[in-house]
């Protein structure tokens, strides 16, 4: 930035047409996927619980099952988060620029004494 200010902040270079078909991709694809089957995982066991009620096993696979319910939580919880870190990078790159920028420009001559070497 030899000339300071904001200059050359056009040309950050970032995979935005990627970032937005990965956030689409996790939003209509892999959560909604990841939620049907977590929820077909939870219905086998619920049938297998039932089947085994009273017996050690029945009781390690409603353990088995809370866990998982938690382990989906955590994984859609993490989806999520990825889907909107996607969306928000360019503004948050484009943010840490501008304020490189304005640290940086303390250390410029003024703007008379730039190039009189």
Known sequence: MSGGGTEGLDILKTNDPG???AARALETDIQPDTGRAG???DEAT???VTGFTGWAAGS???D????WDRQVA???NRLSADKSALRSARIEFRGQDLRT???LDRFLPPSGDRGNG
């Not at 088995?64 to 866990?67: I, T, W």
């Open 19 to 21: 970032k937005s078909a």
């Open 39 to 41: 929820t077909y995982a």
């Open 46 to 48: 619920t049938a297998a």
């Open 60 to 62: 390690g696979l409603k």
């Open 64 to 67: 088995v099952a809370d866990e």
């Open 74 to 76: 955590a994984l859609q």
């Open 101 to 103: 920028a304005g640290i």
